[in-house]
């Protein structure tokens, strides 16, 4: 189990309780407990009859579905014989009603610039782009990667592709040109769509020339053409008879590129994301279940009003921002905003002037975030009116109590209920999470879950455990917005989420505990992914990177508590030669940190580079990750065994422990 032990303590001895605001509740679209067990409790009892009667109501069909759901778990299909279009239902729809003249995105750029799109202006831009996919041979099907800065062109392009059926593969701006790659390859793509740069901390991060570098010397060989979005004006080189420019293409485009009527099951996209393997998984959603999925959780969890203005703060390279950027605001007709660069650029205050300017309504950010504003003071937020915001929510790791009472007080003023929301790339959307309206919140648990998710505690045997007892997190039926399958590996998507509890349960790699009231505690990850920041990173794909280099021998990665990060990267190597020492030591770090962000990108950056001359290990050779982590965090708790020698043979002693 992940050893967040401050955090583990402090959640179970939590005891607050807050319950939504009076003035909340009052217009709250599920305004009681009782709305909710009714919804809960139908969804368990018949999913078909609850998700039927919503898909039917809510989403815009070419031609009504067959079924809405056919097989069990892993295999379940959903809404199958129904024709759709994401693109449809995010945009032209709303053309037919009052919100046609109503911003959908309002995006501000790093240096200040912003741009509002209408949901006209918006369906007239991805109009012009699908009609420039179809130009460039895309056809339903092909895959499409984006390696893009967070602009307007960014969502365009999600959703001309899904108006083509193309399956976009977003690539998070932090990867570098080798993780580039090997998802170009692993998913055959076709075009890449990238721009020149995008703005980070007044700098450019030159995107083209990564891409440039991941397709050279012939390395991506599936990709075609490369389209480039021109954003910073910087300079790149164009390749003759491959890459594009965005504008160029634009140009003459005509805005009449109709939906095309896609399967329920048609891939909407592919997202990479960290297994507990070296290899990223490709986990493949698919486009009724989705877009039906992403449209009712953000609906119930952030409440939507017509006239709120919604941010969430994440990128749209990540899960967080195709949910909820993109699909499931842009579905229910709401105005998304999307901000181009860092909270702290040009000061810490830049996310509470946005929050200010634009008004905004429901903010969503991470405790990662949250953590770095609690750091800089509360002098960033004190300047700042706030009092526009309604709602606030969180993502990606839990939350701890202290960072939520700050959230709650400093940018809630203590009158804005907190939606701790737990899922995964892999669910698609939210899983657990309070109503603000109904659930009375406990800071550090995500309380409750959906309707339409039937999670369980259970043992490492499959056996449902009582009430505060900590277990694994599993899934016990299925939800239209699960992952269907990794990409081109179905064996690995039975193997990593079915195969542990005899394709019962779908395991989400989670340990949590439900306490008495039936909330949800979620304490981490049980298997060897760390998560830096609320980016899932598996410990072993930083291991192939370390051992990628000439002078490592071997090398073992683990995560360990860490201020601002939530967990922090720490690399035990053994080199080839000598331990170097001083300034040599110093370097060998340096070059090794270096090369981990060239292999992966700087989101894997490590903290620590340890290098020893052995590291602990079982009879059986299996590295026993457990006496590491406690080193990392500074847990020399066996008396005064203080160097890694000593913990190696401790850990010959205890060898029976690690199993
Ligand atoms: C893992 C999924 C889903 C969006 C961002 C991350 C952790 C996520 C919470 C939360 C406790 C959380 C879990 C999960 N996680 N949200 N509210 N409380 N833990 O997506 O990269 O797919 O990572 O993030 O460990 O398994 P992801």
């Known amino acids: 189990m992940s050893d967040n032990s401050n955090a583990i303590e402090s959640v179970l ?50 031609q009504m579905y067959d079924s809405v759901m056919e097989g069990d778990m892993p295999e379940t299909k959903w809404f199958t014989g129904g024709k759709i279009n994401a693109s449809y239902n ?25 741009r509002t799109l209408t949901y006209q202006q918006l369906h007239h831009e991805v109009c012009k782009f699908a009609s420039v996919l179809d130009k460039l041979g895309i056809e339903a099907g092909d895959r499409v990667t984006l390696y893009m800065p967070m602009v307007p062109e960014l969502a365009i392009a999600m959703l001309a592709c899904a108006r083509v059926g193309a399956t976009h593969s977003i690539i998070f701006g932090g990867f570098s040109a080798d993780a580039i790659r090997d998802r170009n390859n692993d998913a055959q793509s076709k075009l ?29 060989p599936s990709v075609e053409k490369v389209v480039v979005v021109r954003r910073t004006g910087g300079d790149v080189s164009m390749e003759d008879g491959r890459d594009l420019w965005w504008h160029d293409l634009m140009e003459d485009a005509v805005a009449d590129r109709e939906c095309t009527h896609l399967d329920s099951e048609h891939p909407l996209f592919i997202l990479y994301t960290s297994g507990s393997t070296g290899k990223p998984k490709g986990v493949l959603h698919t486009t009724a279940g989705y877009l039906l999925g992403t449209m009712m959780t953000s609906r119930w969890v952030f409440d939507f009003k017509d006239e709120d203005t919604y941010w969430c703060t994440a990128d749209i390279g990540w899960i967080t921002g195709h949910s909820y950027i993109v699909y499931g605001p842009l579905a229910n007709g709401v105005t998304t905003m999307m901000y181009e660069g860092a909270p702290n650029w040009p000061d810490e205050g830049r996310f509470w002037d946005i929050v200010e300017k634009h008004k905004v309504n429901t903010f969503y950010t991470a405790p990662t975030a949250i953590r770095a504003f609690i750091k800089w003071g509360d002098n960033w937020p004190q300047q700042h009116d706030l009092s526009s915001l309604r709602l606030l929510g969180t993502v990606g790791e839990p939350i701890n109590p202290e960072a939520w009472m700050w959230y709650h007080k400093t940018i ?25 309206g109904v659930t009375a919140t406990k800071p550090g648990s995500c309380t409750k879950p959906l309707p339409g998710v039937v999670p369980a505690i259970v043992s490492e045997q499959g056996e449902p455990l009582e009430a505060n007892q900590g277990g ?14 990794l990409y081109g590996d179905h064996d690995r998507f039975i193997e990593t989420y079915f195969s542990k509890f005899d394709g019962k349960y779908y395991f989400a790699g989670d340990g949590a505990r439900r306490d008495e009231d039936g909330y949800y505690w979620v304490m981490g990850r049980v298997d060897d992914v760390i998560n830096v920041s609320g980016h899932r990173l598996s410990t072993m794909e930083v291991e192939s990177a370390l051992v990628s280099h000439e002078s490592v021998a071997e090398a073992a990665v683990v995560g360990f508590p860490h201020d601002l990060k939530g967990e922090g990267i720490c690399c ?26 060239q292999q992966i990108g700087a989101l894997a950056t490590p903290d620590q580079i340890r290098f020893t001359a052995a590291l602990p290990k079982t009879r059986s050779g299996k590295i026993m990750r457990r006496l590491l982590r406690d080193i990392a965090a500074g847990r020399e708790s066996a008396g005064d065994t203080t160097t890694l020698e000593d913990y190696s043979v401790l850990a010959s002693l205890r060898e029976s422990d690690e199993g």
């Open 192 to 220: 890449v769509i990238t721009a020149d740069g995008g703005w980070r901390r007044g700098k450019e991060i030159p995107l083209k020339a990564t891409v440039d570098d991941a397709l050279a010397d012939g390395k991506s």
């Open 572 to 597: 035990f190597v053994i080199p080839k030669g000598e331990i170097a020492t001083g300034d040599a030591l110093e370097a060998a770090q340096k070059e090794l940190i270096a090369h981990v962000r």
């Open 412 to 436: 809630g003023a203590e009158k804005c209920p907190i939606v701790d929301t737990w899922w995964q790339t892999e669910t698609g959307g939210i899983m657990l999470s309070p109503l603000p």
């Open 472 to 485: 694994l997190l599993v899934m016990t039926q299925p939800w239209p917005h699960m992952l269907r399958t």
């Open 13 to 62: 001895t939590e005891t607050r309780k807050f319950p939504p605001p009076a003035e909340f509740t009052k217009h709250a679209m599920i305004s009681s407990e009782q709305q909710y067990e009714e919804m809960w409790n139908r969804a368990k009892d018949d999913p078909a009859g609850f998700w039927g009667d919503i898909a039917q109501n809510e989403l815009d069909w070419f």
């Open 90 to 114: 995010c945009l032209d729809r709303h053309l037919l009603t009052w919100r046609k003249n109503k911003a959908a995105i309002i995006w501000e750029g790093e240096p200040g610039d912003t």
